[in-house]
């Protein structure tokens, strides 16, 4: 499931080019304490790794400026998609936010105004465009392109057995990547330097693998802002809850 958030900021805003990992922080401070602890020691495990469920996009503001020191968002509306494959994230975070009804990024706020659903449908082919990049490697990795799509596959594999309790194997679908539309960079987490990518992707396959690359991301760091793809044709949407 997905939803968009829609914000208001009253003042201009300078956002650091990593702002999704303070972002990161926000989301998980509105869950509730007994779920993070679940995610963080118990959670969906395919092998020795734990998948968080969830995964979201970059901000999307009416009017922005890029600059030395970072990002500009300017005063006005400002959107946030955030999505899970797991329900019981969005008991929890919902509850969390909607006590709250603002966010707070750089020391500004963001004032909640309005949430809406978004639906993929049922779908066996997927063309999709990243809302944020996804991670496939560290730069120490001298992957080809193709060992990247390959990468992408068995990553996404794993997360179709944690969160649908079904096996795939690589040859049971298609993930391909555009190379001509993909944008690389390089981004530090925790000391580590890795490739990110932007632009377009296709995925063919059973319902399940693409509503799992869709709901919780593709690639590594999906709970950090990174992996949240949309299909291109997507319009389907529905305001839920409005603030007046």
């Known amino acids: 499931m997905r939803y968009k958030l829609r914000f208001y900021t009253a003042q201009d805003v300078l956002l650091r080019f990593d702002y999704n990992l303070e972002l990161s922080m926000v989301i998980k401070n509105f869950l509730n304490p007994k779920y993070v602890e679940f995610?963080?020691?118990?959670?969906?495990?395919?092998?020795?790794?734990?998948?968080?469920?969830?995964?979201?996009?970059?901000?999307?503001?009416?009017?922005?400026?890029?600059?030395s020191y970072g990002i500009e968002i300017k005063k006005g509306y400002v959107e946030l998609i955030i999505s899970s494959i797991d329900e019981n994230f969005w008991f929890s975070f919902l509850e969390g936010l909607l006590k709250e009804k603002k966010i707070s990024l750089s020391g500004r706020e963001f004032y909640l105004e309005s949430i809406s659903i978004k639906r993929l449908g049922k779908k066996k082919k997927l063309i999709a465009k990243t809302y944020s990049p996804f991670i496939v490697k560290n730069i120490s990795k001298n992957w080809s392109f193709i060992e990247m799509e390959r990468n992408l596959k068995k990553n996404l594999l794993c997360k179709v057995y944690v969160f649908k309790r079904k096996k795939y194997k690589e040859e049971d679908f298609n993930l391909k990547l555009f190379e001509k539309t993909l944008k690389k960079t390089i981004i530090v987490i925790n000391g580590t330097p890795s490739e990110a990518y932007s632009g377009l992707l296709l995925i063919e396959g059973d319902e399940d693998i693409i509503e799992t690359a869709y709901d919780a991301g593709l690639g590594l760091k999906n709970a950090l802002g990174f992996g949240c793809i949309e299909d291109i044709k997507s319009k389907e949407e529905k305001t839920i809850y409005r603030v007046y």
């Open 39 to 67: 995610l963080d020691n118990i959670g969906f495990k395919c092998g020795n790794k734990i998948f968080k469920p969830y995964t979201f996009s970059r901000l999307l503001p009416e009017q922005y400026q890029v600059n």
